[in-house]
């Protein structure tokens, strides 16, 4: 999909899981999404176990974390779709959504990180891997995180928590 005036929000826009799955994050409409790029052999490659633990205490009650592997950062994601989604539920018991690697910078970023560049400005796009963005109950991109902010840190919780409570 193009980023033109007719994209709305972050519910125009679809991952594909390691099954060739459309993973459409209209699909999550009334939750609240964590998009996070990743990668297996990055300094931040640990905050897995923390996106785990914040998936298991808030999954009730309404939030969805998908980790996006990207190989745009030090070639710190090497391998193949098969040997991601095998890293991550033996190394870190994964179990909210990875889909299929893609690139999240450049001309060949995904489209939803050319949204969010263009959508949140040029210091919101990612700078390295676990990069995060948090999207709203109706689809607004509503705020970033870089690499260094931990999953569970205050400044994420209390988003999540604010988010979480706000009804449509």
Not at 80 to 86: A, M, R, V
Not at 99 to 109: H, I, L, S
Request: glycine share 4%; hydrophobic share 35%.
């Amino acid at each position: 999909m193009s980023i033109n005036a007719s994209t709305n929000n972050a519910y125009d826009f679809s991952f594909e899981d390691s099954k060739n799955n459309k993973i459409a994050l209209k699909d999550y409409k009334d939750k609240v999404v964590m998009i996070v790029n990743t990668a297996s052999k990055c300094g931040f490659t640990n905050q897995y176990a923390d996106l785990e633990k914040l998936y298991k205490k808030y999954k009730d009650k309404g939030l969805v974390i998908i980790a996006v592997p990207s190989n745009d950062f030090a070639n710190q994601e090497p391998g193949s779709n098969k040997d991601i989604q095998e890293f991550c539920k033996i190394n870190y018991g994964v179990t909210f959504p990875v889909v299929k690697k893609v690139p999240v910078k450049g001309n060949d970023a995904h489209p939803f990180y050319k949204y969010a560049r263009e959508k949140l400005g040029f210091f919101a796009a990612p700078k390295w891997n676990f990069h995060k963005y948090l999207i709203d109950k109706n689809g607004n991109l509503v705020d970033y995180y870089y690499s260094t902010t931990s999953p569970m840190s205050k400044k994420v919780i209390n988003k999540i928590d604010n988010l979480l409570k706000v009804s449509n």
